[in-house]
């Protein structure tokens, strides 16, 4: 088994890393343009620290604030358009993973002007993206530390670009940043974390290194899952919150490597028909996925199981109670619709064993038919 890896961003973490970042972000550039979402940058104290930090070294900035929940191809374009009027170096992104995908389709938007839809997914760009700058305030999506945006297409389907020209030149992690969300939504963020790392883990194109990163974020998400369980919001203090974090950056590294899989490739129709959260969107799946890992490869699944610290049926239950109720109701019609997807989906094909499209559209019939 291999070990290759490639990770060129300066991921720097821990509290108080902004603001003891200014030298790291004047080497980007002495302009940028701070793409956010509409309020977790502010209300997670992350847009203020950065503002200053840019100030320390009077780095000009300007503020996107626009960018919706799954993000679209037009909204990176707005973007990358104000990032070139503004006349600015690199891109500051700011929040969960939407936020952080549109920088970074706005860094290629900004360098290429004029360029098309098909151009941004195809990797067909003249110029090299500008710099991003990453700051995550949720706990899951990793987005800090990987080559991929994942944006809606004017089709109005989720798309992922993954290209190596992507990796953020420079990721600050602040947990801190991360205790606004709610417990809920914590728990559900964070179990998109804990599908990177299963998917990633029981993944074709797994290494020696995604693996060892994989195990890392299952063992830290298991153990604070657990604690927070049992303790409720009491229990999720810093220490918490870091683990988190810090698995979801775990997480990240080993998608970097692997690609998702099944419950990725499948979840996306929950949130272009459904608007279901990405990390509920996936984790419904979840549970699907390990019974079939365990089940297909079972020598593979007994050493994640020794690895990680906990059973197959442990680790279910733990997903099965993070993961929100997901509300909604699938018809025949809408399977037959859908069912194409699951033929040649290069997601679906990297996991072990077969899913064969009517397994899957039974997967889906099974969790979401309501008549
Ligand atoms: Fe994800």
Partial sequence: MNMNFKMPTTLITGLGCVGRSSANLAALGSACLIVTGASSAKRSGALADM?????????????YD????????????????????AGADFIVGIGGGS???????????AANPGMSERELFSGEWKNSPLPVAAVGTTAGTGSEVTQVSVLTTSDGLKKSIRDDRLF???????????ATMPVSFTLSTAA????????S??????????????VRGVSLLADTFKKILKGGADSLGFDEREALYNASIYGGLAISVTGTAFPHAVGYFLSERHNVPHGTACAVFLPLFIRHNIKCEPEQAKEFFLKTGISGDELISLVEAVTPKCDVSVT????????PRWTDNASIK????????EFTTDAIRQLFKKD
């Fill in 51 to 63: 503002e200053t930090a840019l100030k320390k070294e009077n780095i000009r900035y300007e503020l």
């Fill in 66 to 85: 626009k960018t919706e929940q799954n993000p679209t191809v037009l909204t990176c374009l707005e973007a990358g358009e104000k990032a070139r009027a």
């Fill in 99 to 109: 936020p952080l995908d549109a920088a970074k389709a706005a860094a290629v938007f």
């Fill in 168 to 178: 953020p030149a420079l990721s600050l992690g602040d947990p801190a940043y991360t």
């Fill in 192 to 199: 998109d974390a804990m599908a990177h790392c299963v998917e």
């Fill in 201 to 214: 883990y029981f993944n074709r194109l797994a290494n020696d290194i995604s693996r060892t990163f994989a």
């Fill in 332 to 339: 025949e019609k809408d399977l037959r619709e859908l069912a």
């Fill in 350 to 357: 990297k996991s072990f064993g077969v899913f064969s499209p």
